[in-house]
């Protein structure tokens, strides 16, 4: 009797039991029936923007749009064929260049910002300086008068007043300058000496006086220049002083100006000489002139003013700049132009070098 009380005494807890499993396996059926419902539900949103992420992109092809790979490969396929046809374009041009120019001018053109200076089969490139006042004339405002033989200003600036002239050394011999006055030229640049290039002595040209004389009675004005080869300031004032002696009696009207050039023979004082040797020389030469009242001026070529003077300031000095190129190859601004070293002019017996000036010193 004892064992049956107790065994009915455990029969309501067993039920108890027997209800919270049923309850429990219950929730963790909804659980999973949700679970289920949310993986169905989420399978069948993805596969609506599948669908239509493949119908968006069929619609795109179909309209003519490419995938990025598409893309990038047709960029490459293009790029290829415009560099090829330009490298074709670019040779063909170089040919008809060289044909045309020859090798040097044919080379200039290839690379228009840059200075290209040529010495034999060597090639120097310069950048064209954002310091240095560039030339405000046009390829077009000069052009050579087929009636007179000489260059002429003929752009639209009537500010513009040009000039012919001539510059002249003993190598000129006897000079008739009343023929040259009225071959149409309005002034002289007389060599007033130079400096021995190997022993460095100062030498007065043998017509200097001569030719000073003669011209200023046949009305030319006359401006002179001094061939340097000054190795150090010292020298160069001294150039300058022995200029300003020999200009002294006469009414120079046009300016007095250094000539500087490279001179490449091995045996020449200059042979080598640093671009801030010859910025040294320049500025004591130009500034006793300056200080004398005179007009300074720098005459050279392309080299001078881009290799031998570099980053001289030049923008306040009057340029006489050598170029035998037509139209001006010098992209910078110049004051006077020696334009050939070929010009037949009446009253001097063979060539001399003309040039055209477009800064009215005479005023």
């Not at 004005?221 to 009696?249: M, N």
């Not at 020449?268 to 002139?289: C, H, I, M, W």
């Not at 306040?316 to 050939?340: C, T, V």
């Amino acid at each position: 009797m004892k064992n049956n009380s107790n065994k009915q005494n455990r029969m309501p807890f067993n039920n108890s039991q027997n209800l919270i499993s049923i309850i429990f396996l219950g929730l963790v059926s909804v659980l999973a029936l949700s679970y289920c419902i949310a993986i169905l539900l989420s399978n069948a949103s993805l596969k609506r923007q599948l669908d239509a992420a493949k119908s968006e992109l069929a619609a795109l092809e179909s309209e003519g749009y490419y995938t990025k790979a598409e893309t990038d490969q047709m960029i490459e396929i293009a790029t290829n064929e415009v560099l090829e046809n330009a490298g074709d374009s670019v040779k063909e041009k170089f040919k008809e260049d060289l044909i045309e120019n020859g090798t040097s001018d044919a080379i200039k053109n290839l690379f228009p910002g840059q200075i290209v200076l040529s010495y034999g089969n060597e090639y120097q490139f310069f950048d064209i300086s954002e310091d240095i006042d560039r030339s405000s004339f046009l390829e077009t405002d000069f052009e050579m008068d087929k009636e007179s033989g000489f260059l002429e200003y003929t752009g639209i600036d009537e500010s513009v007043v040009f000039t012919r002239g001539i510059d002249i050394s003993r190598a000129q011999g006897d000079i008739d300058f009343s023929k040259v006055k009225a071959s149409g030229i309005d002034y002289c640049m007389i060599r007033a000496g130079l400096r021995g290039s190997t022993e460095g002595t100062v030498l007065e040209d043998d017509l200097f006086k001569t030719y000073v004389e003669k011209a200023r009675d046949a009305g030319l004005d006359v401006g002179v220049y001094f061939y340097s080869q000054a190795t150090d300031a010292t020298e160069a004032r001294e150039e300058a002083r022995f200029v300003l002696d020999l200009i002294e009696p006469y009414d120079i009207t046009y300016p007095v100006a250094i000539d500087i050039e490279a001179n490449e023979s091995s045996d020449a004082r200059t042979f080598g000489q640093t671009p801030d040797v010859y910025k040294e020389v320049a500025n004591a030469f130009l500034s006793t002139v300056e200080a004398s009242g005179y007009t300074p001026m720098i005459y050279g070529n392309t080299k001078t003013f881009v290799d031998l003077l570099q980053d001289f300031d030049i923008n306040n000095y009057a340029i006489w700049i050598s170029d035998h190129n037509i139209p001006i190859y010098y992209p910078y601004r110049f004051d006077m132009w020696q334009y050939s070293g070929e010009g037949n002019i009446d009253g001097i017996e063979g060539s001399t070098n003309i040039n055209i000036c477009v800064t009215d010193f005479a005023e």
